[in-house]
């Protein structure tokens, strides 16, 4: 009795689609989280820019107080949690907010603190936040 040799075929199976598909499957998943990631860290990164844009404002507006009003008048932009926009206006609904803290350190120094924090993902992050401090004096 002779064997009948099974014809060969070339073709592929379910089993080696599905496992294809699979594969597939993980490395698009893996490319679409990789970007999904960047484009929150740019989101972020937006922000942190914008925000030190806002602190940087700040700290002009208060040369610009000491250059035309006085030294003296540097207590005036004391605030705390003032809703900005990106452009640095009062909003209520902006993303931005933002404290200012004159302290006098001596009767010729004044430290000037601005602290801008902005939602991120919807909410206010303490860590989510950017810090600038001088100190402005009267010594020549």
Do not use: C, H
């Amino acid at each position: 009795m002779q064997w009948s040799k099974r014809p060969n075929n070339n073709g592929t199976t379910l089993v080696e689609i599905l496992f294809s598909a699979a594969i597939l499957a993980m490395v698009v998943s893996g490319v679409l989280f990789i970007f999904a990631q960047t484009l929150d860290m740019s989101k972020r990164i937006d922000y942190e820019y914008t925000a030190t844009n806002l602190a940087k404002a700040r700290m002009e507006r208060a040369r610009a107080v000491i250059e035309s009003s006085g030294f003296d008048s540097l207590g005036d932009l004391n605030e705390t949690d003032t809703m900005v926009d990106e452009t640095g206006g009062g909003n209520l609904s902006g993303d931005f907010k933002r404290s200012t803290t004159v302290t006098v350190l001596d009767a010729n120094r004044t430290q000037f603190e601005v602290v801008v924090i902005y939602k991120y993902r919807g909410n206010w992050k303490n860590d989510a936040s950017v810090t600038l401090t001088t100190i402005f004096s009267t010594i020549q």
